[in-house]
Nanobody
Framework: QVQVVEPGGGSVQAGESLRLSCTAPGFTMKTCGMDWYRQGAGKQREWVGTTNNGHTTYADSVKGRFTISRDEAKDTVFLQMNSLKPGDTAMYSC???????WGQGTQVTVSS
């Protein structure tokens, strides 16, 4: 499951922050790399960032604004999104490297 954990749900004003969670199970007794993706309406799916072995990388479009963290025991990743822009409006989801499985997507809408 993916959850919007901020009180405002998936709709925020530009400049505000939002924190998402997403669970995509891999294999028992193994920690796997995980990715965040997003897809805006009428747009192609875009890679947002990756966490693997304690290291994170990000797309240029979100670098410096978004931060990925994780709960390894739960196959859950979090996406802290700061300084949100209308261009961040998209469906967000995560993927587990080992199982190639996707978590449930959630809509984020940023209004100006």
């Amino acid at each position: 499951q993916v959850q919007v954990v901020e009180p405002g749900g998936g709709s925020v004003q530009a400049g505000e922050s939002l924190r998402l969670s997403c669970t995509a199970p891999g294999f028992t007794m193994k920690t796997c790399g995980m990715d965040w993706y997003r897809q805006g309406a009428g747009k192609q799916r875009e890679w947002v960032g990756t966490t693997n072995n304690g290291h994170t990388t990000y797309a240029d479009s979100v670098k410096g604004r978004f931060t990925i963290s994780r709960d390894e025991a739960k196959d859950t990743v979090f996406l802290q999104m700061n300084s949100l822009k209308p261009g961040d409006t998209a469906m967000y989801s995560c993927k587990n490297w080992c199982s190639n499985s996707w978590g449930q997507g959630t809509q984020v809408t940023v209004s100006s």
